[in-house]
């Protein structure tokens, strides 16, 4: 379900911004925010390890739902300090991980941005009346 009481989230707006579809939001948005080495690194870390970037994944899978800025800087506040706990020597000391700074950046330039509204897959349209019905 993309929408939450009828406001575009996160993942409508990247949609928009971006013009990429719901299958592809994890990955532009982990694209457009991995720190520079990161980026840079990032073939060969996953050719090593393809799960390398998965708690990543996972902060932008829950960021998906946001339906303002605000609500994104807190959410990605929280998850940031979970998986900072759990973060290894390597990915902290050269910051192999999303930067704070790009999300906000990207999510700036999408919140500006029209959102790509899908209902959610268990969206009944009502039925069309006709004037004979009425």
């Known amino acids: 379900m993309t929408l939450r009481y009828g406001i575009p989230t996160f993942r409508d707006h990247v949609r928009g911004a971006f013009k990429c579809s719901n299958a592809d939001y994890e990955q532009v948005v982990l694209r457009h925010t991995l720190a520079p080495l990161a980026r840079l690194l990032s073939p060969l870390l996953l050719n090593l390890n393809p799960g390398f970037f998965e708690h990543d994944i996972e902060i932008i899978r829950d960021l998906a739902h946001c339906g303002s800025l605000q609500d994104l800087a807190e959410e990605y506040s929280k998850q940031r300090a979970y998986f900072r706990s759990q ?48």
């Open 87 to 134: 973060e290894g020597g390597l990915r902290k000391r050269f910051r192999l991980r999303i930067a704070r700074e790009r999300l906000l950046a990207v999510a700036q330039k999408a919140f500006a941005c029209e959102p790509v509204l899908t209902p959610p897959f268990d969206f009944v349209a009502p039925p069309k009346t006709t004037k004979a019905a009425r």
